[in-house]
Nanobody, 114 residues
Framework: QVQLVESGGGLVQPGGSLRLSCAAS??????MAWYRQAPGNQRELVAA???????DYLDSVRGRLTISRDNAKNTVYLQMNSLKPEDTAVYYC??????????WGQGTQVTVSS
């Protein structure tokens, strides 16, 4: 059974940092990604990383947020620096298995506010 467990959200002041983690189990994973959804907005792709380490980012987070993964631990991370109020959202981990199955994490709240 494929499961994703997220951790690391919270409240941070503008300019601060947070690190999100998503531990996956039950399969081997190809693309792992972070999405976010703010109230009233559609869910959007923030960053993605392939098993080989290729990455892609939403333009507005490039240079501030960094996605990485540890294949041995089946874990993907999102290091978030220089956070802005507009980064406030629920962040979701998404993993696609080598067989094409897609799974989502439960979501973790990130709030950037003074």
């Amino acid at each position: 059974q494929v499961q994703l467990v997220e951790s690391g959200g919270g409240l941070v002041q503008p300019g601060g940092s947070l690190r999100l983690s998503c531990a996956a189990s039950g399969s081997l994973f190809n693309v792992m990604a972070w999405y976010r959804q703010a109230p009233g907005n559609q869910r959007e792709l923030v960053a993605a990383v392939t098993r080989g380490g290729n990455t892609d980012y939403l333009d507005s987070v490039r240079g501030r947020l960094t996605i990485s993964r540890d294949n041995a631990k089946n874990t993907v991370y999102l290091q978030m620096n220089s956070l802005k109020p507009e980064d406030t959202a629920v962040y979701y981990c998404k993993a696609t298995t080598m067989f094409g199955q897609v799974r989502w994490g439960q979501g973790t709240q990130v709030t950037v506010s003074s």
